[in-house]
């Protein structure tokens, strides 16, 4: 039997439509009314909940400008800036919090973020938010899982760049600790990711091997990956959301825009309802109806009584209300016990 994790008014689970999460990082770009209008387009855009990220620089990181604190590599989109400086320019102010989960909650999302150390989770305590997230980057921080564990909330986890045995120790770390409503997340921890090295046969495998709800968090650029996610038993899809790509922001390369988000929302929901039952036949009574449209053995030409039918009188055609045209070899030869007019379906009851 499929079970379900109740987050805030929402069920999670295989069940239920796939809970959307638009994740705004730091795509606010340091202003509150942006970032409140994010949360009016995801809204708009039929999101289920709206993620934040919770923590400073100095949570973060040094305030280094130089060796492995400073990003130097051509391929990574913020190259050229320190750690320090990226989280402060990406970092949503503390005291932004309660307005941004206010005005969600008033347009009917859950809001929730991801803490990123002991001090961030005591502050979203004092929020009463529904659940935690726990980044990618954080997954082996078996003191922070502890940490969130013990508020008894449900707890996501994505599973970006953790092995097969981190993962297991972060579970059981979890468990132990006391989250009894677990979500694991396959990511891929690129930004933008590619659907090729996305690799989203791992859901199932996760689901199968901790026994936990399952989901993606999704970096690549458009809805396919996450549609496809959901028919492998993803429950949960995380996409980072912002209001224009064009505006620029630290993650709005790789972020969706609120009509992308909507047809997501749209799609992913459809891709479910498909999912359905193991069934063959008719699935309903409207298909049912269709089967009047298959092919049957009909009466091509004028018959007298007593003629006897050949290739030239009898055709498998549409509709299908005469006999299957797996009879035509026994029909063949047979005479009609009186006169039949052209179009009249075969059955036996015409037949001598």
Known sequence: MNTSITIGNRQVG???PPFVIAEMSGNHNQSLDRALAIVEAAAKAGAHALKLQTYTADTMTLDIDEGEFFISDPNV???????????????TPW?????????????????????????????????????YKIASFENTDLPLIRKVAATGKPMIISTGMASVAELDESVRTAREAGCKDLILL????????????????TIPHLRDLFGTEV????????????????????????????????EGGVDSAFSMEPAEMASLVLESERAWQALGRITYGAASA????????????????DLKAG????????????????????FIDMVMGKAVKHDVKRGTPVSWDLLL
């Open 14 to 16: 295989q069940d239920h």
């Open 77 to 91: 989109l913020w190259k050229g800036a320190s750690l320090h400086k990226l989280y402060q320019l990406a970092h």
């Open 95 to 131: 005291e932004w919090h309660a307005p941004i989960f206010k005005r969600a909650n008033e347009l009917g999302m859950l809001a929730f973020s991801t803490p990123f150390d002991e001090s961030a989770v005591d502050f979203l305590e004092s929020l009463d938010v529904p659940c």
């Open 186 to 201: 396959k990511c891929t921890s690129t930004y933008p990711a590619t659907p090729e090295n996305t690799n989203i046969r």
């Open 215 to 246: 989901g993606l968090s999704d970096h690549t650029m458009g809805t396919g990956v996450s549609v496809a996610s959901v028919a492998l038993g993803a429950t949960v899809i995380e996409k980072h959301f912002t209001l224009s790509r064009a």
């Open 286 to 301: 409207q298909e049912e109806k269709s089967k009047v449209y298959r092919r049957s053995l009909y009466v091509s030409r």
């Open 307 to 326: 003629e006897i039918l050949d290739a030239t009188s009898v055709r498998a055609i549409r509709p299908g209300l005469g006999l299957a045209p797996k």
